[in-house]
């Protein structure tokens, strides 16, 4: 047995296309990834909202308001500038020294910018909400006046600007993490071209090299099982490689919990071992075609799962969430972004639970592909 | 015996019936020739026999025991050599012979000893650590034998091992499958070239659309056909008015001009050389070489399997 994986794993490592998409492909794919977004990864801390209001048509209640909104301990969300016209800052407008600024008239709260962004999102969220209230307030203070403090208290006590679902670690919430945790992903899946060989050299009716294999006195099981050891053990070494680099070379923040990464890579590597497996005892058409078909499906579960437009990913956990939890790649993407993201590892474990299904009903289903031996044809 | 198929019928899943009551039998020692036009049912019945293929009926038996896939201990004394050439590209020439030797060898030592002894019989010893695809057709059909062979196998089985390989590795094949016979090996040699079969087979069965149509040795089996004899000779002027009584001639089976070349075919008996150049002088026809040559295995095949042309 452990000659027959030895020599196997010799094999393998010559195996120049399988090497390239297990191990360079993604190490190439991350580096990429890394100098497009890598300016984005840093850990970037929040800049208070410079909010210009007009101190010529101004609202001394509303300045306070926004005056007050902490986003943590240390940082305000507005840093108030209250000093200037409303002509001036309107001229300031004009020149694109400012981005917007606030003015009030006619009990009529007015928020005039030049354009959209994040810094407008927010300010015209928070005003919103502040017009909510005010009126809010002002009706309970025409019909039941004497409850206005403690409707004012339960207003202010209830509504957060910001809502924290950070970890305790303090990890920057980045949307491009994604597509690493998708890269990681890739690579399990591409797995599956190690499953193709898998089935290319066990099944006799695939390859004159299988027939042969078949037709020698070494148990059927030990070559198969020998086999998929030798290949789960040159793709889990690609994709911890790959892991390795991404986290350590290339800085990519993964959470730092090592052995939870680790497990979801090493079912991963399976599923997509197995996965392949499944696939090129399924499809009939032998050779190029085969790969190419096989090929593509990974591909485009690796597109569900966020790698190309991580948006796609959220589209569809929105409205078909089944798929995201049937794709293998996209339950790696979650795991990896829940460990990421989360304080707990429920969401954690419930993806690596999806995975690891499905890893056992592709393990199963191509062992029983794989078991048979004798064919209907060769 | 060696192999013995009975009444083996292998229908495929599109209805084409590749063995039809397929019944032979293979002696120990003997060089076993499976003759048969493409698609005749020559590698399904090597497939049949290897346990690799499912049949409908019949039963297969080797070295006098029912053959299945799980029967290891039967598979342990087969040589296989594909078709195709079927070697790890990713390895050299001694890791290939090694690992298949290594299916059926355990001992370290030993396979050692039956790798090299293998790279010398295919004389492959100033490529052992050349890849696959470095190697010329020829020499990676030698590398083919010896994976093969390497495990000393009682019972071989050769697959057309000389397609597509030049006259020198063809010869050199054929010459080391006679050397294994002779160190004790039973040979199953499948082809569909005539003079390999002839040269090298003791016993010879014609298949066609999973049939045997004939069998026995080379002797036996143009005994089957009525040829006899075909004689060619070069003419100045071919021209039908002479064609016509050597046509008529007692015995003569069919004459014809193929570009300057009469050819005339008899069937058995007394020559006709006589005759036909009775008739070329009478009509003063201008003639030089003269060739006479008996049967070959091609005739015998041409006619018993047709001229039609197959897949």
């Known amino acids: ?378 | 015996m060696i192999v013995r198929l009975s009444e083996v019928t292998k229908t495929y899943r599109k209805g084409v019936k590749a063995l039809d009551d397929l019944s032979y039998e293979v002696r120990e020692g003997e060089i076993f020739g499976l003759l048969g036009p493409n698609g005749s049912g020559k590698t399904t019945s090597i497939n049949c026999l290897l346990g690799l293929l499912k049949f409908e009926s019949g039963t297969i038996e080797i070295f006098d025991q029912p053959m299945g896939p799980d029967r290891y201990d039967l598979k342990a004394q087969i040589g296989v050599i594909p078709q195709n050439v079927a070697v790890f590209y990713e390895l050299t020439v001694e890791e290939n012979i090694d690992y298949f030797c290594g299916l059926y060898v355990k001992d370290k030592q030993r396979r050692k000893k039956l790798v090299d002894e293998a790279i010398e019989f295919v004389a492959l010893g100033d490529y052992r650590k050349v890849h696959p695809n470095k190697l010329s057709g020829g020499l990676q059909r030698r590398l083919n034998i010896a994976c093969g062979i390497a495990h000393k196998p009682r019972l071989i089985i050769f697959d057309e091992p000389t397609v597509g390989v030049d006259p020198q590795s063809r010869n050199n094949i054929l010459e080391g499958i006679k050397r294994l016979n002779q160190e004790g090996a039973t040979i199953i040699y499948t082809s569909h070239y005539m003079e390999e079969v002839e040269q090298l087979c003791d016993y010879i069965i014609i298949m066609d659309k999973g049939k045997v149509i004939a069998h026995g040795n080379k002797e036996a089996l143009k005994n089957l056909i009525m040829l006899g004899e075909t004689i060619e000779i070069k003419v100045e002027e071919p021209n039908d008015e002479y064609l016509k009584p050597i046509r008529e001639l007692p015995n003569v089976l069919e004459a014809n001009f193929k570009d300057h070349t009469l050819i005339v075919k008899s069937g058995k008996g007394a020559t006709n050389i006589p005759n036909v150049l009775a008739i070329l002088n009478e009509h003063r026809v201008k003639y030089g070489t003269l060739y006479s040559s008996l049967p070959t295995l091609n005739d015998v095949f041409l006619e018993l399997t047709g001229k039609g042309l197959r897949d």
Not at chain 1, 66 to 78: G, H, S
Not at chain 1, 139 to 167: G, M
Not at chain 1, 231 to 237: E, L, Q, R, V, Y
Request: hydrophobic fraction near 45%; proline fraction near 2%.
């Open chain 1, 1 to 378: 047995m452990f000659w027959l994986i030895k020599t196997r794993l010799r094999v393998l490592i010559r195996d120049r296309a399988n090497l390239f998409w297990s191990f360079i492909f993604p190490l190439c794919l991350g580096t990429f990834f890394y100098l497009g977004f890598g300016n984005l990864l840093g850990d970037s801390p929040f800049n208070s909202i410079n909010l210009y209001i007009a101190s010529d048509y101004s609202d001394a209640n509303l300045a306070g308001f926004l005056a007050a909104i902490d986003v943590d301990e240390e940082t305000k969300l507005f840093k108030i500038k209250a000093d200037f016209t409303k002509e001036f800052l309107e001229q300031k407008l004009t020149e694109n020294a400012i981005t917007g600024y606030l003015f009030v008239e006619n009990n009529q709260l007015y928020y005039r910018i030049n354009e959209n962004g994040m810094e407008q999102t927010v300010t015209k969220s928070v005003l919103d909400q502040y017009v909510q209230i005010s009126q809010v307030i002002l009706q309970v203070a025409s019909t039941n006046p004497e409850k206005v403090a403690s409707v004012t208290d339960s207003l202010q006590n209830d509504h957060r600007y910001l809502e924290t679902i950070r970890s305790k670690r303090q990890a920057s919430s980045n949307s491009m993490y994604i597509y690493f945790y998708a890269l990681i992903a890739m690579t399990c899946t591409y797995g599956c071209f190690w499953g193709i060989s898998l089935v290319n050299d066990t099944q006799a009716n695939q390859s004159a090299l299988a027939a042969r294999i078949t037709s020698a006195p070494t148990h059927r099981l030990k070559i198969i099982v020998s086999y998929s050891l030798a290949a789960f053990i040159m793709h889990f070494s690609g994709c911890l490689i790959n892991f390795f680099y991404l986290n350590y070379i290339l800085g990519v923040d993964f959470g730092g919990n090592i052995p939870l990464i680790i497990l979801v890579i090493f079912v991963g590597t399976l599923c997509g071992i197995a996965f392949g497996a499944l696939l090129s005892s399924l499809i009939k058409v032998k050779g190029n075609q085969k790969d190419g078909i096989i090929a593509m499906i990974t591909l485009a579960l690796n597109a569900l799962s966020g790698l190309m437009f991580p948006d796609l990913k959220y589209l569809i956990a929105k409205y078909i969430p089944f798929l995201g939890y049937i794709n293998p790649s996209a339950s790696i993407t979650d795991a990896l972004h829940c460990l990421y993201y989360y304080e707990g590892l429920g969401h954690y474990y419930f993806y690596l639970l999806l995975l690891s299904i499905m890893t056992v009903i592709f393990i199963t289903g191509s062992y029983l592909f794989m078991r048979g031996s004798r064919y209907d044809s060769i």
